[in-house]
């Protein structure tokens, strides 16, 4: 697999060079594309402007924040540029306990594999810690000009970099129900008899897979049948 990118990783003294690859599988991925009814083809996009409605091009060197539905600031692509980016690296702030991290706020995940003899050792140092004290690193990466949060950790294959996304602080109230003891017990022995070690090969993509089928089916000239969607009725133990 092509890394996507080459990185230094910084704290203080110390800094050492990895390979980023990505760890998101996209092979379930179905890319569809809009068509036209009329002759089957690729539908296209037309860029206009909403005040005097003339056709505008793709790329243009102003940007708009807005203030109010009809009120924008301009911004011109120097004066964004005037802001310094930073160089693609990644930079470890601090560490903290691994299970300080919400599940909620964790996002992509990314590998990290050490380039030379001397980024390997730092980086063995850093992996063997990580698991040896149960800490991982909450890092800034800048890569390609866009700057992230992430906490790097110990995995059993090496160093391991997840972003770290902030999320909305909900505060909904959920009524409290009465239930019973014999209730709570057959949820339970539900979740017990059905209870496997975690693994995708135990989850399947029924429509995915339908969708697969439909389109192995077209591209051999099959006529599709269409079938009208009925919902099953289902029976609920509890009630």
């Known amino acids: 697999m092509k890394s996507l990118a080459k990185l230094k990783v910084n704290y203080k003294l110390l800094n050492f060079d990895v390979n980023l690859y990505t760890e998101r599988d996209r092979s379930e991925y179905i890319p569809f594309k809009t068509l036209s009814e009329c002759c089957n083809h690729e539908t296209g996009l037309k860029r206009y402007c909403k005040g005097c409605m003339k056709e505008s091009s793709w790329k243009t060197g102003l940007k708009g924040f807005p203030l109010s539905k009809d009120k924008v600031i301009p911004i011109t692509a120097d004066e964004l540029n005037s802001i310094e980016k930073g160089e693609?690296?990644?930079?470890?702030?601090?560490?903290c306990k691994i299970g300080d991290i919400p599940?909620?706020?964790?996002?992509?995940?990314?590998?990290?594999?050490?380039?030379?003899?001397q980024s390997s050792k730092i980086y063995t140092l850093f992996n063997n810690s990580f698991a040896e004290l149960?800490?991982?690193?909450?890092?800034?990466?800048?890569?390609?000009?866009?700057?992230?949060?992430?906490?790097?950790?110990?995995?059993?294959k090496g160093l391991e970099l997840q972003l770290i996304q902030k999320t909305t602080d909900l505060n909904i109230a959920i009524e409290e129900q009465k239930?019973?003891?014999d209730e709570i017990n057959l949820v339970k022995e539900m979740i017990k008899q059905n209870l496997k070690a975690f693994s995708f090969k135990e989850m399947d993509y029924t429509y995915l897979n339908e969708v697969k089928?439909?389109?192995?089916?077209?591209?051999?000239?099959?006529?599709?049948?269409?079938?009208?969607?009925?919902?099953?009725?289902k029976d609920n133990l509890l009630d």
Request: charged residues 25%.
């Open 179 to 181: 239930v019973s003891a």
């Open 88 to 95: 693609s690296k990644i930079e470890i702030r601090h560490f």
């Open 103 to 117: 599940y909620k706020v964790l996002d992509k995940p990314y590998f990290l594999e050490p380039i030379d003899t």
């Open 134 to 156: 149960g800490n991982v690193a909450i890092c800034s990466i800048i890569l390609r000009g866009s700057e992230n949060f992430a906490i790097m950790r110990h995995t059993q």
């Open 213 to 233: 089928e439909l389109i192995k089916a077209k591209q051999n000239g099959e006529t599709i049948q269409i079938k009208s969607k009925t919902m099953p009725k």
